[in-house]
């Protein structure tokens, strides 16, 4: 989505921040030359769709800036990542950009790229050390975006005349594994609760989906429908795209789709799929956020470290788009 704007704040998080975790300025006045500059991206996982977008960023800056960007994927297996790691060490890169597929692993990498010299920048994920240091971080306002999603959800189920009589719930797909993932779940709760007239604790039913997957979506939501089958209405959040596509399809298997309504967060992948059928479903919206900007972003900022034009920023966050089925053909595009 290249036409909607989008507002960049580059802010200093709490933490303390590693300087470019291990690597001072001096790299740059050493690595000056596009045609010299070697970076790696390590994606957490190519098999889903943000990701996918991610790279198509990260590639198309490299090609822009004339350097040489070199994609791993480490399948959401910390063994692979670790491995990937190495190899972009061993292999000579100037810096680092890293999804983590879990952020334990986080201290070790610091420490590796560190003791190698290397700048490294913690895409999507943050990253803190054993000190409690935190690498510069490329990401999204989770906080902010998780709040949209609940005041969404909220505002749907004001339009549809749905109280919390007992016979609304919500489903909170959750993936507490990744801290992203968390502030995104947590703020929908709390937006909810804000919202929601009636609603209560007891009225949110969180529920962990494996592998933050539509698998695990679909699981997840199959066992709160067996466990609750006087719900009628069901308001659906997850981490993702994926968990609440899986949500709709153990709903409309259950019957109970039409009375219900799910709200993810990604850049469409899955999202524009469900809301541009010609019949409405319950993937009623979706937070827009964009992985191929986003990668592209990582790309120059790293460039720009390692070419002496500015240093990694401590925290550099992007904002969502609220999707309705109204502006979903534009913001998909």
């Given at each position: 989505?290249?036409s909607?704007p989008t507002?960049?704040?580059a802010?200093?998080?709490?933490?303390?921040?590693?300087?470019?975790?291990?690597?001072?300025?001096?790299?740059?006045?050493?690595?000056?030359?596009?045609?010299?500059?070697?970076?790696?991206?390590?994606?957490?996982?190519l098999?889903?769709?943000?990701?996918?977008?991610e790279?198509?960023?990260v590639?198309?800056?490299?090609?822009?800036?004339?350097?040489?960007?070199?994609?791993?994927?480490?399948?959401?297996?910390g063994?692979?990542?670790?491995s990937?790691?190495e190899?972009?060490?061993?292999?000579?890169?100037?810096?680092?950009?890293?999804?983590?597929?879990?952020?334990?692993?986080?201290?070790?990498?610091?420490?590796?790229?560190?003791?190698?010299?290397?700048?490294?920048?913690a895409?999507?994920?943050?990253?803190?050390d054993?000190?409690?240091?935190?690498?510069?971080?490329l990401?999204?306002?989770?906080?902010?975006?998780?709040t949209e999603?609940?005041d969404?959800?909220?505002e749907?189920?004001?339009?549809?005349?749905?109280?919390?009589?007992g016979?609304?719930?919500?489903?909170a797909?959750?993936?507490?594994?990744?801290?992203?993932?968390?502030e995104?779940?947590?703020a929908?709760?709390?937006?909810?609760?804000?919202?929601?007239?009636?609603l209560?604790?007891?009225?949110?039913l969180?529920?962990?989906?494996?592998?933050?997957?539509?698998?695990g979506?679909?699981?997840?939501?199959?066992?709160?429908?067996t466990?609750?089958?006087?719900?009628?209405?069901?308001?659906v959040?997850?981490?993702?795209?994926?968990?609440?596509?899986?949500?709709?399809?153990?709903?409309?298997?259950?019957?109970?789709?039409?009375g219900?309504?799910?709200?993810g967060?990604?850049?469409g992948?899955?999202?524009?799929?469900?809301?541009?059928?010609?019949e409405?479903?319950?993937?009623?919206?979706?937070?827009?956020?964009?992985?191929?900007?986003?990668?592209?972003?990582?790309?120059?900022?790293?460039?720009d470290?390692?070419t002496?034009?500015?240093?990694l920023?401590?925290?550099t966050?992007?904002?969502g788009?609220?999707?309705?089925?109204?502006?979903a053909?534009?913001v998909?595009?």
């Open positions: 989505m290249k909607l507002v960049r704040l802010t200093a998080i709490a933490l303390p921040v590693l300087a470019a975790a291990g690597c001072s300025n001096s790299a740059g006045s050493e690595t000056s030359k596009a045609e010299d500059v070697k970076v790696y991206y390590l994606a957490k996982r098999d889903q769709g943000y990701f996918q977008s790279v198509k960023g590639e198309a800056k490299a090609k822009e800036l004339g350097i040489d960007v070199e994609v791993l994927d480490s399948r959401s297996d063994n692979v990542m670790t990937n790691l190899t972009a060490l061993i292999q000579g890169g100037d810096g680092v950009i890293i999804v983590v597929p879990d952020q334990k692993l986080a201290p070790a990498v610091l420490a590796k790229t560190r003791e190698a010299d290397v700048p490294v920048l895409l999507d994920d943050p990253m803190i054993s000190n409690g240091d935190a690498a510069p971080f990401g999204y306002e989770f906080e902010k975006i998780g999603v609940g969404f959800l909220a749907l189920a004001a339009d549809q005349g749905w109280a919390a009589d016979t609304l719930k919500a489903a797909l959750t993936f507490n594994e990744v801290s992203s993932c968390t995104r779940t947590d929908t709760k709390a937006a909810l609760l804000d919202n929601v007239d009636g209560t604790e007891q009225d949110i969180e529920t962990n989906y494996a592998g933050a997957n539509t698998d979506g679909l699981q997840a939501m199959q066992g709160l429908l466990a609750n089958p006087e719900v009628e209405h069901w308001l959040y997850s981490c993702n795209e994926e968990g609440v596509v899986g949500a709709v399809r153990a709903l409309e298997s259950a019957g109970v789709a039409d219900s309504c799910g709200v967060i990604g850049d992948a899955l999202a524009k799929i469900e809301m541009l059928k010609d409405a479903n319950a993937y009623c919206g979706n937070v827009f956020i964009d992985g191929e900007e986003n990668g592209g972003i990582a790309v120059q900022l790293m460039y470290a390692l002496g034009e500015q240093d920023p401590a925290s966050l992007s904002p788009v609220r999707v309705t089925r109204d502006n053909a534009k998909f595009s």
